[in-house]
């Protein structure tokens, strides 16, 4: 048998979803089979019996390093190797209210220099020093007054 299987005695607590509370909710074991895994269980709060329905384990998601606009930077695309390409380049100050295009250089206040790898009508993708960014661009700014 799997490890993940059960194997809670009969008249034991096990807690799992009430299929007429649908809730997780203590149970008692009612019933195992013949090689002691647990068949059926009773709510003990609405007092129903029914079928024992292990947790399934949740598939734990990793987070990858992919690009927001879902296609991968290109391992040439370092800082290093922009930084290189567009060493003429003049960097443009940040800021949230201008607009940006593919290839332009920023200085942002908090990041340091940047190199605009992907860019949208209000977002854009920049590669910093420790990794690449997703910023605003193109938004229009109120004041309170």
Do not use: W
């Not at 598939?59 to 296609?71: L, N």
């Amino acid at each position: 048998m799997t490890k993940d299987k059960d194997r809670t005695p009969v008249a034991e607590n096990v807690i799992t979803k009430c299929m007429k509370c649908n809730m997780e909710l203590n149970h008692v074991v009612v019933a195992n089979n013949a090689a002691g895994i647990v068949e059926r269980v009773k709510c003990l709060t609405c007092g129903s019996e029914h079928k024992y329905r292990p947790e399934k384990k949740k598939a734990t998601r990793k987070t990858s390093k992919k690009s927001i606009f879902t296609r991968e930077v290109d391992l040439e695309k370092t800082f290093e190797t922009l930084a290189q390409k567009f060493k003429e380049k003049k960097p443009l100050p940040y800021k949230i209210s201008e607009s940006f295009k593919n290839d332009d250089v920023i200085d942002h206040k908090t990041f340091g220099m940047g190199f605009v790898i992907s860019a949208s009508c209000d977002k854009m993708e920049v590669v910093f020093s420790d990794r690449p960014r997703l910023l605003a661009c193109n938004r229009e700014i109120t004041t309170l007054g």
